[in-house]
């Protein structure tokens, strides 16, 4: 089972002061990048992976998806997706991605946001959605960058510039990291790059487009603290697609 951290009455507190928590997609500095992966949303049908507070599942329905289905693993992640939600084309649902199954060819997208790297069994989620999806469907997603998660907790060094640089440690070596942030014991799932695309590929996608994420030169300006994520990609983002 997915360890439901965001359950954790310290973690969500935490969670809920950042800026994605705050402000929705808007607060997410990669969302821009995100959506322009994105098909067209107009009468489509979606599931959303780790939906969370909901913020995409309103997003997507606004721009004209046709129903939307949230699934997180947290109860209280859900409890307020639902406080903000009114809308009867949009579903919620508590759900553990590691055990995950939905119907044949019912979606014309699935869409996840930095969930990825917390599931353990992630070549049999990727399969499941891939059987989800109708042909020509797409799977459009987030994750924390293997080079953010190769180390066993976060670390970084300070130039002689003094700025910050972040050794890579034990990239190679994949499995189960624990680090703490909000809360004790967060287990995150480690995978090269290289791997991440194997299990797509092994699933039956077609890739569609990488991004190694990093903050434009107007964000940085705007938002300075950004500054840190040019240094190294803390996310990554994938469109794949079903083959027709």
């Known amino acids: 089972m997915t360890q439901n951290i965001y359950d954790d009455p310290a973690f969500f507190e935490g969670y809920a002061q950042l800026g994605r928590s705050q402000f929705g997609l808007e607060g997410a500095p990669e969302w821009p990048s995100l959506k322009a992966m994105l098909p067209d949303l107009q009468g489509v049908h979606i599931v959303d992976l780790g939906c969370g507070y909901g913020w995409f599942c ?10 939307v289905l949230g699934l997180d693993v947290s109860e209280k992640m859900l409890e307020k997706a639902r406080s903000m939600t009114c809308d009867s084309a ?18 014309d997208l699935a869409y996840s946001s930095l969930t990825l790297h917390y599931i353990e069994a992630l070549p049999a989620l990727l399969r499941t959605v891939f059987h989800a999806l109708k042909p020509g469907g797409n799977f459009v997603f ?9 180390p066993s907790s976060p670390s970084w060094l300070i130039k002689e510039s003094g700025q910050k640089t972040w050794p890579v440690e034990g990239y190679q070596h ?3 990291r624990i680090t703490n942030w909000f ?27 990488l991004n190694e994420w990093g903050p434009s030169a107007e964000q ?25």
Do not use: C, N, W
């Open 58 to 67: 309103r997003a997507a329905h606004d721009a004209g998806a046709a129903e």
């Open 90 to 107: 949009i579903h919620y649902a508590h759900q553990d991605l590691e055990s995950l199954t939905l119907p044949e060819a019912s979606f």
């Open 142 to 150: 987030s994750a924390e960058h293997p080079i953010y998660t190769a």
């Open 174 to 176: 994949e499995g189960k």
């Open 183 to 209: 809360a004790e014991g967060v287990v995150k799932q480690h995978r090269t790059l290289g791997t991440y695309i194997r299990l797509l590929i092994d699933a039956g996608f077609v890739i569609r487009e």
């Open 220 to 244: 940085i300006s705007a938002q300075p603290a950004l500054a840190e994520e040019a240094e190294r990609p803390m996310l990554f983002l994938m469109s794949v697609q079903k083959p027709r």
